[in-house]
């Protein structure tokens, strides 16, 4: 095997100072169609216990000498909080602890100005998410690490560099839009800063209702994927108490190719079935996971936009439409079974996510009100590797040299599937198609884990 497959990749340890200049509230820059006191529903998929997070991102651009950065993205998201209003509310929780959005006097979102005396070529390469640039993410002083009630659902940090480059650092609340959702906002946000003129492409959709609970509420499947799995295993011993480490691959697309073709006695295996049952297993081996009997769970978010027929979703709609896959095995089977057994049920559990189990994971939550997440033997697979993260954050400064997330380490049971970096596909060739895996794992397990991962001797 060419060890250009899968390589490891490095990221500087830093410390960037900066300096906030300006905290600012965007109100919608015109009327918008509820006034203070008003509420809107969130549905069941919004509200679900993992979705109650804020998803950190962050974008770097070379520079911002052709207009003004701070006025340009201030206006723009003014103007786009008119057609996404519910953007500016804040959330709250009735009386069965579900969530809403109301709207009060001046809330809006948060814009944050803040300066760095370093340069870009500074934070070493810009295409490995780094733990080091959580200072370019706004936090409120002593934030909870899952507050997300009473507080702004869009938070923006642009952080001017001294070399004129500078980067977006935004926090949006999970509950208001999924992935693809998010990609919908910041398209919008982008091309309105960069035309200088409100686009919306499509026109945002609310319509929450379309996913209120059957009367009454019909669960036609186990759930498993939201049930408790006891604690029992040194998983779980390790995760808490070692402190565990961001590591990140690059994976190469013949790679991927060749971990499909391994698997081709699992029919309709998808790359990422592939990938996600390859990661699984050099997971579990590498933590050397005990007892062989104990039961793991693979979870990952599945889009279910295409299952949805009668009636179909209104084009535009921005919110939750995701499905939680779950795949299980014990670890003797994960670790000493066939692959193409572990792809398929990566498979089966994708599959098996249709407009019907959809509704019956709505019930689910109106009737069971999870209220803790849980992570007994569990590994959580989040695919980013469809988002338009480059293309849509042009916001008139050409596509930024790096969009996506940060900082795994405060949730160390996921692993992030990313596409491969704007400055890595410049004058590359024949490499296309190129993922990121970005991991965390206690410093006993990196050098196993990276041996297993990069082999498919599998």
Same mark, same amino acid.
């Given at each position: 095997m060419a060890p250009s497959w899968v390589q490891e990749l490095h990221f500087p340890q830093l410390n960037i100072p900066i300096t906030i200049n300006h905290i600012s509230p965007v109100l919608p820059a015109g009327p918008i169609p509820v006034t203070p006191g008003q509420t809107l529903y969130l549905s069941n998929l919004d509200d679900m216990i993992g979705s109650r997070v804020f998803t950190p991102t962050v974008y770097f651009y070379p520079s911002y000498h052709n207009k003004p950065v701070m006025q340009t993205l201030y206006n723009a998201?003014?103007?786009?909080?008119?057609?996404?209003?519910?953007?500016?509310?804040?959330?709250? /929780?009735?009386?069965?602890?579900?969530?809403?959005? =109301?709207?009060?006097?001046?809330?809006?979102?948060?814009?944050?100005?803040?300066?760095?005396?370093?340069?870009?070529?500074?934070?070493?390469?810009l295409t490995v998410p780094n733990p080091a640039?959580? +200072?370019?993410?706004?936090?409120?002083?002593? /934030?909870?690490?899952?507050?997300?009630?009473d507080? +702004?659902?869009?938070?923006?940090?642009?952080?001017?560099?001294?070399?004129? $480059? =500078?980067?977006? $650092?935004?926090?949006?609340?999970?509950?208001?839009?999924?992935g693809l959702g998010a990609m919908q =906002?910041?398209?919008?946000?982008?091309?309105?800063?960069?035309?200088?003129?409100?686009v919306t492409n499509p026109k945002p959709c609310w319509d929450r209702e379309f996913f209120k609970?059957?009367?009454? +509420?019909?669960?036609?499947?186990?759930?498993?994927?939201?049930?408790?799995?006891?604690?029992?295993?040194?998983?779980?011993?390790?995760?808490?108490?070692?402190?565990?480490?961001?590591k990140c691959y690059r994976i190469s697309h013949d790679f991927q190719s060749r971990l499909k073709i391994l698997a081709q006695e699992s029919s309709l295996c998808s790359t990422f079935d592939a990938m996600a049952a390859h990661i699984w297993r050099s997971w579990v081996k590498a933590l050397d996971v005990r007892p062989t009997n104990y039961e793991l769970r693979l979870t990952f978010s599945v889009n279910a936009?295409?299952?949805?027929?009668? +009636?179909p979703l209104k084009e535009g709609f921005y919110g939750n439409v995701v499905c939680v896959a779950c795949a299980t095995?014990?670890?003797?089977?994960?670790?000493?079974?066939? =692959?193409?057994?572990?792809?398929?049920?990566? $498979? /089966?559990?994708?599959?098996?996510?249709?407009?019907?189990?959809?509704?019956?994971?709505?019930?689910?939550?109106?009737?069971?009100?999870?209220?803790?997440?849980?992570?007994?033997g569990k590994l959580t697979v989040t695919q980013w590797t469809r988002f338009s993260l480059y293309e849509s954050a042009d916001f008139g400064w050409g596509r930024p040299i790096y969009a996506g997330p940060i900082d795994l380490t405060p949730t160390p049971q996921v692993c992030v599937l990313l596409p491969e970096g704007e400055a890595n596909l410049i004058g590359s060739s024949g490499c296309g198609g190129a993922m990121i895996v970005c991991i965390c794992l206690p410093e006993y397990a990196i050098d196993k884990f990276t041996k297993l991962l990069s082999t498919e001797n599998i």
């Amino acid at each position: 095997m060419a060890p250009s497959w899968v390589q490891e990749l490095h990221f500087p340890q830093l410390n960037i100072p900066i300096t906030i200049n300006h905290i600012s509230p965007v109100l919608p820059a015109g009327p918008i169609p509820v006034t203070p006191g008003q509420t809107l529903y969130l549905s069941n998929l919004d509200d679900m216990i993992g979705s109650r997070v804020f998803t950190p991102t962050v974008y770097f651009y070379p520079s911002y000498h052709n207009k003004p950065v701070m006025q340009t993205l201030y206006n723009a998201l003014s103007s786009v909080l008119v057609p996404y209003y519910p953007l500016s509310g804040r959330l709250r /929780e009735t009386e069965n602890g579900k969530l809403e959005v =109301f709207f009060g006097p001046k809330q809006g979102a948060l814009m944050v100005e803040a300066r760095s005396e370093m340069a870009l070529a500074q934070l070493g390469d810009l295409t490995v998410p780094n733990p080091a640039w959580t +200072p370019l993410i706004f936090r409120f002083p002593n /934030e909870d690490p899952y507050k997300v009630l009473d507080m +702004p659902l869009v938070i923006a940090q642009v952080t001017l560099f001294s070399c004129g $480059g =500078f980067s977006i $650092g935004l926090r949006l609340c999970h509950c208001l839009c999924d992935g693809l959702g998010a990609m919908q =906002f910041i398209n919008s946000w982008a091309e309105t800063a960069k035309i200088g003129k409100l686009v919306t492409n499509p026109k945002p959709c609310w319509d929450r209702e379309f996913f209120k609970p059957r009367k009454p +509420p019909l669960i036609k499947y186990p759930h498993v994927e939201f049930m408790r799995i006891d604690d029992g295993s040194s998983l779980t011993t390790t995760i808490s108490r070692d402190k565990t480490i961001q590591k990140c691959y690059r994976i190469s697309h013949d790679f991927q190719s060749r971990l499909k073709i391994l698997a081709q006695e699992s029919s309709l295996c998808s790359t990422f079935d592939a990938m996600a049952a390859h990661i699984w297993r050099s997971w579990v081996k590498a933590l050397d996971v005990r007892p062989t009997n104990y039961e793991l769970r693979l979870t990952f978010s599945v889009n279910a936009r295409p299952k949805l027929k009668n +009636p179909p979703l209104k084009e535009g709609f921005y919110g939750n439409v995701v499905c939680v896959a779950c795949a299980t095995s014990t670890v003797s089977k994960l670790v000493t079974g066939s =692959f193409a057994e572990t792809v398929r049920s990566i $498979g /089966e559990a994708r599959r098996g996510i249709s407009e019907e189990y959809l509704r019956s994971t709505v019930d689910y939550v109106e009737v069971k009100r999870p209220r803790r997440l849980e992570f007994g033997g569990k590994l959580t697979v989040t695919q980013w590797t469809r988002f338009s993260l480059y293309e849509s954050a042009d916001f008139g400064w050409g596509r930024p040299i790096y969009a996506g997330p940060i900082d795994l380490t405060p949730t160390p049971q996921v692993c992030v599937l990313l596409p491969e970096g704007e400055a890595n596909l410049i004058g590359s060739s024949g490499c296309g198609g190129a993922m990121i895996v970005c991991i965390c794992l206690p410093e006993y397990a990196i050098d196993k884990f990276t041996k297993l991962l990069s082999t498919e001797n599998i």
